[in-house]
């Protein structure tokens, strides 16, 4: 059992930037892998990035690679998504998930093979 909490949403100018933050809490965290997703109204769940449990494999989709970046400290069992050069169409609500993985470094991007969600942080992007 995994429990995620979200924080660092809001409201930027385009261009601007913000770091989203998920903190996890569990007896197994170490265990899981961790992603990035984003859904848009009317849209499918997207993936935005992953990192391996211990933070040495990462992978990005193709529309945020140069501007994202994934992160993680696992002293504070802590994931961040740093958002730099944010443009309108990044606004969706953002979701960290927990995959497990066990002792693998293995990154996933489908969203069905995640064990674990957070709430969601709203992103709104002005132009």
């Known amino acids: 059992q995994v429990q995620l909490v979200e924080s660092g949403g809001g409201l930027v100018q385009a261009g601007g930037s913000l770091r989203l933050s998920c903190a996890a809490s569990?007896?197994?965290?170490?265990?899981?892998?961790t992603g990035w997703f984003r859904q848009a109204p009317g849209k499918e769940r997207e993936f935005v990035a992953a990192i391996s449990r211990s933070g040495g494999n990462i992978y990005y989709a193709d529309s945020v690679k140069g501007r994202f970046t994934i992160s993680r400290d696992n002293a504070k069992n802590t994931v961040y998504l740093q958002m730099n050069s944010l443009k309108p169409e990044d606004t969706a609500v953002y979701y960290c998930?927990?995959?497990?993985?066990?002792?693998?470094?293995?990154?996933?991007?489908?969203?069905?093979?995640?064990?674990?969600w957070g709430q969601g942080t709203q992103v709104t992007v002005s132009s």
């Open positions: 998930a927990a995959d497990f993985v066990g002792l693998s470094r293995t990154v996933r991007v489908g969203p069905e093979v995640y064990d674990y």
């Open positions: 569990g007896r197994t965290v170490s265990s899981y892998a």
